[in-house]
């Protein structure tokens, strides 16, 4: 049987080889029961860093809730191996590599159990491998936090501009508390959300709690840039400023706020085959527009498959490797938002 850990009822099979409460930085593992064909009693071990200095709020820093997108993961390390108690009022815990084994594998989601960590919040104690992951996250460290940021980018067949966002919630105190946050980070572009297919996601189960919640995405295709990273970097900073757990002054650069409203923002695929952007990603695009191709591969000397964006906005992400499969998103279009930039 699990040992209760965390004060976890029902207990997790997760057990930190660190302690989360006593000032100081340490880092080490979360260690989670793992019996394979290579390791009869084996455990995955899954890096934590936490950093505890005078009494203060809680965040908690994720990185590869999906395992091919990289920013979120070299920010934090990079955070890890500098952050001094001294600098810190309260708590920072960072957890880079959230979804290890599909970080390991490269992947999007888990090559143990086939499971997307972004689709299986709250997870559960008895659940696979993902799920008792996801599980922990939420009941003993964001239960513990009083604001989160998880990292995201397009990873291997999305890419984006990059941007921090929040989501439309509803309670307008909360709405303000996370798009605050999200405006701190202070990415090139801050975006609004309305999330279309929001269940099992991290982010709804941190905000179903009242917390303070930013997400971002950072570019993708798998890999990072130094661009990508540097704004992942200094958005992290930022965040702690605007917790309150770091003092120093942020480092404040432009960005443009938009919006994505509705399902109108995506185009999907109808055809497989070899995608040709006739817009690149930022630029500006019409309602109506054909803002990409998609070439039969079968035949040649046939007619490509238009794409249409559903409205006017900026090109805010597309698929990324050439070929596509039906039901691909192509692009994603969103909105300039007027009203936030004046705010
Ligand atoms: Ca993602």
Redesign the pocket.
Known sequence: MHQPVMGLTPPSPVQPTIDIEAPGARHGHLRLPWSRNDSAWGNLMIPISVVVGGPGPTALITGA??GD?YEGPLAILDLAQALRPEEVTGRVILLPFMNYPAFRAGT?VSPIDGVNM?RCFPGGPDQSITRQIADFVFRALVSRADIVLDY????RTLDFLPFAASHVLGDPDHDARCSAAARAFNAPYTVKMLEIDNVGMMDTAVESLGKTFVTT?LRGGGTSTAESVGVARKGLRNVLIHAGILDEPPQVGPSRFLDMPSLDCFTFAREAGLLEMLVDLGQPVRRGQTIARIWPVDRSGAAPEPCMAGLDGVLAARHFPGLVQPGDTVSVVAVEDAEAAAG
């Open positions: 809730n999906h997108e999007r972004n995201h980018s397009g990873g995405e």
